[in-house]
């Protein structure tokens, strides 16, 4: 950032009415130009202000119509057959050994096609960096975005006109811009960019809502004079009857013909409850087979059991045969217990 940079040495070549001038700027906080007109003040100007922001103001906002012939001269050079250059030696205020070295230079015009020389365009000009104000073999080439860089800003150009300088006869340039034109460069003058664009993007947004708006608008209309239509129409009410028998289940808060309380919440859960019914009745036999299916897992979880069934059913056919053998074998293992007590075979004895 070179914020701290004044100008001190402004060197033109075949520049208007100029074929060389060099002008020391000694003053520190101020210098003065005077002199009558069409001594070359405003030329000093028009110098400064190209090399800065890339054009003149006045000349690009005169919009000259030139046809399909298109300009032989270029407005700007005085020898047509020579570059034009205008170079600008800036100094560090508070290190005046810094120096910043900045020049623009246009080709001879006469090699230039004709459409190319027109008044307000100024894009032929090239931005270099000098390594020193009297070396212009050494120079690099420079964007218009690298030179906002230099000056720690981001618009250089718009700045320059609005903050640093007025045109000849020209105090109002900017109360006759456009509405839209003005904000932006009040936007800039504020640091409120970012701010303006977001007003812009919600007003269009809001326009946008607006126009979506109408047409639902008309539309609830309608409906609402169909509305009040139906209204005036006879209604049949039918008699509150129980969704639920009242002798199977106790407490059904929402099947009653008057609700009270009912509030937002309850009335949701009630609505659920009704849904989950709902769908019962319209899934009945899904249900019924989930039913079976539950019972079928039940049976399969239960290994014993199962392995007790399938036992079961292989020996069904001899069930009867086997459960006398089993009567008959019970009735022997009680006889032989008695036989083994003694007591009961002495007392049978005595």
Same mark, same amino acid.
């Given at each position: 950032?070179?914020n701290?940079?004044i100008?001190?040495?402004?060197?033109?070549?075949n520049f208007k009415?100029?074929?060389e001038?060099?002008?020391?700027?000694?003053?520190?906080?101020?210098?003065?130009?005077d002199?009558?007109n069409?001594?070359?003040?405003?030329?000093?100007?028009?110098?400064?202000?190209?090399l800065?922001?890339?054009?003149?103001?006045?000349?690009?906002?005169n919009?000259?119509?030139?046809?399909?012939?298109?300009?032989?001269?270029?407005?700007?050079s005085k020898d047509q057959?020579l570059?034009?250059?205008i170079?600008i030696?800036?100094?560090?205020?508070?290190?005046p050994e810094?120096?910043?070295?900045?020049q623009?230079?246009?080709?001879?015009p006469?090699?230039l096609?004709?459409s190319?020389?027109k008044?307000q365009?100024?894009?032929?000009y090239?931005?270099y960096r000098?390594t020193s104000?009297e070396d212009?073999e050494?120079?690099?080439?420079?964007?218009d975005?690298?030179l906002?860089?230099?000056f720690g800003?981001?618009?250089?150009s718009?700045?320059?006109?609005?903050?640093?300088?007025?045109?000849?006869?020209?105090?109002?340039?900017?109360?006759?811009?456009?509405?839209k034109?003005r904000m932006a460069?009040?936007?800039?003058?504020f640091?409120?960019?970012?701010?303006?664009?977001?007003?812009l993007?919600?007003e269009?947004?809001?326009?946008?809502?607006?126009?979506?708006k109408r047409p639902l608008?008309?539309?609830l209309?309608?409906?609402?004079?169909?509305?009040?239509?139906?209204?005036n129409?006879?209604?049949t009410e039918?008699?509150?009857k129980?969704?639920?028998?009242?002798e199977?289940?106790i407490n059904?808060?929402?099947d @009653?013909?008057?609700?009270?309380?009912?509030?937002? /919440? %309850?009335?949701q859960?009630?609505l659920?409850?009704?849904d +989950? *019914?709902?769908?019962l009745?319209?899934?009945?036999?899904?249900f019924?087979n989930g039913?079976?299916?539950?019972?079928l897992?039940n049976?399969?979880?239960a290994?014993?059991?199962?392995?007790?069934?399938i036992?079961?059913g292989h020996?069904y056919?001899?069930l009867e045969k086997?459960e @006398?053998?089993?009567?008959?074998?019970?009735?022997f /293992? %009680?006889?032989l217990s008695t036989?083994k007590n003694?007591? +009961? *075979?002495?007392?049978?004895?005595v």
């Amino acid at each position: 950032m070179v914020n701290n940079y004044i100008i001190s040495r402004i060197f033109l070549k075949n520049f208007k009415s100029i074929d060389e001038a060099k002008v020391e700027l000694e003053g520190v906080n101020l210098n003065v130009l005077d002199g009558p007109n069409g001594f070359g003040k405003t030329t000093i100007y028009d110098a400064i202000q190209l090399l800065i922001t890339g054009s003149v103001r006045r000349i690009e906002s005169n919009r000259i119509v030139a046809g399909n012939k298109g300009f032989q001269d270029h407005l700007f050079s005085k020898d047509q057959t020579l570059p034009t250059a205008i170079t600008i030696e800036f100094t560090d205020k508070l290190s005046p050994e810094n120096k910043l070295v900045l020049q623009r230079v246009l080709m001879p015009p006469s090699n230039l096609l004709v459409s190319q020389k027109k008044p307000q365009d100024f894009s032929q000009y090239k931005l270099y960096r000098l390594t020193s104000f009297e070396d212009e073999e050494n120079k690099e080439v420079l964007t218009d975005s690298q030179l906002n860089d230099m000056f720690g800003m981001k618009d250089m150009s718009d700045r320059f006109n609005l903050y640093h300088y007025i045109e000849q006869e020209e105090s109002t340039h900017l109360f006759k811009k456009t509405d839209k034109d003005r904000m932006a460069v009040i936007s800039k003058l504020f640091n409120i960019e970012e701010e303006t664009n977001q007003k812009l993007f919600l007003e269009r947004t809001r326009n946008k809502l607006i126009n979506y708006k109408r047409p639902l608008t008309k539309n609830l209309e309608k409906l609402e004079v169909e509305l009040r239509k139906d209204s005036n129409t006879d209604i049949t009410e039918f008699p509150y009857k129980p969704l639920i028998s009242q002798e199977k289940i106790i407490n059904v808060p929402w099947d @009653k013909e008057n609700i009270w309380p009912l509030d937002q /919440k %309850l009335k949701q859960e009630y609505l659920e409850e009704l849904d +989950i *019914i709902k769908n019962l009745v319209l899934n009945e036999e899904v249900f019924k087979n989930g039913l079976s299916n539950e019972k079928l897992d039940n049976v399969i979880r239960a290994e014993k059991k199962l392995k007790a069934i399938i036992i079961l059913g292989h020996f069904y056919v001899s069930l009867e045969k086997l459960e @006398k053998q089993y009567q008959n074998q019970e009735k022997f /293992k %009680l006889m032989l217990s008695t036989l083994k007590n003694r007591e +009961i *075979i002495q007392r049978s004895i005595v």
